[in-house]
């Protein structure tokens, strides 16, 4: 089975930094990869998502990641980090689970923390 | 579109106490989701739906029942509320099965505290 892991539980920039979040996979073949955001008391939304092809995408919000095969990692970068940036990020990895059925396997988040 | 709607946002019940969390979605998604989410631990899957009729269990069902008479809403059962039942519950829908290229659609969350 797929698993998913965030190394760093909180991270803490400067408004105007440029800002790495990493996320780490381990699974046999390429899987689906999902970056997801939760604002303080909403639901997650999508930043960006990678199947195939170009292995750097852009999302939404000036968002970017990275998808490095040789060290199954998929990590999430913005080069200036904005206030409202300020919430959880969610690492997904989409692999099959047997028989032909596919599980969507979420990480535990990184807590981004802004300061001015 | 509303897309997903739940409800409520917040309830508080006692231990042995039942009730159903609602779950509605307008896109016209097959595929519907429950997840609960723990400080520190993630989302985990509850009960998930490929249709209306049809729905499974995901990692962690116990406790929980779910059913899905029509493609818009996925109602989550809790009977016999216990305190390891606290949490944030979130209901997603996509287009697509899970664990493939389609993006889940998440709603706001209902906050669950039981005492």
């Known amino acids: 089975a797929q698993s998913v892991t965030q190394p760093d539980i909180h991270i803490t920039v400067s408004e105007g930094a440029s800002l790495e979040l990493r996320c780490n996979y381990s699974y046999g073949a390429t899987p689906y990869l999902f970056w997801y955001v939760q604002s303080p008391g909403q639901g997650l939304q999508l930043l960006l998502k990678?199947?195939?092809?170009?292995?750097l995408v852009q999302g939404i919000k000036g968002f970017e990641a990275e998808f490095k095969r040789s060290q199954s990692s998929f990590n999430l970068r913005k080069p200036s980090v904005h206030w409202s940036d300020a919430a959880e990020y969610f690492c997904a990895v989409g692999a099959e689970s047997g028989a032909g059925s596919y599980q969507l396997t979420f990480g535990k988040g990184t807590k981004l923390s802004v300061i001015p | 579109n509303a897309g997903v709607t739940q409800t409520p946002k917040f309830r508080i019940l006692k231990i042995g106490q039942s009730m159903t969390l609602q779950c509605a979605q307008d896109m016209n998604h097959n595929y519907m989701y429950w997840y609960r989410q723990d400080p520190g631990m993630g989302l985990k899957l509850i009960y998930y739906?490929?249709?209306?009729?049809?729905?499974d269990k995901g990692e962690v069902p116990n406790g929980y029942n779910v059913s899905r008479s029509t493609t818009e809403d996925f109602p989550l059962r809790l009977e016999l509320a216990a305190p390891s039942q606290t949490s944030v519950y979130f209901c997603?829908?996509?287009?697509?099965?899970?664990?493939?290229?389609?993006?889940?659609?998440f709603g706001p969350g209902t906050r669950l505290t039981v005492t």
């Open positions: 739906s490929v249709g209306a009729g049809i729905t």
């Open positions: 990678y199947f195939s092809g170009d292995t």
């Open positions: 997603a829908s996509s287009h697509g099965p899970p664990g493939r290229s389609y993006e889940q659609y």
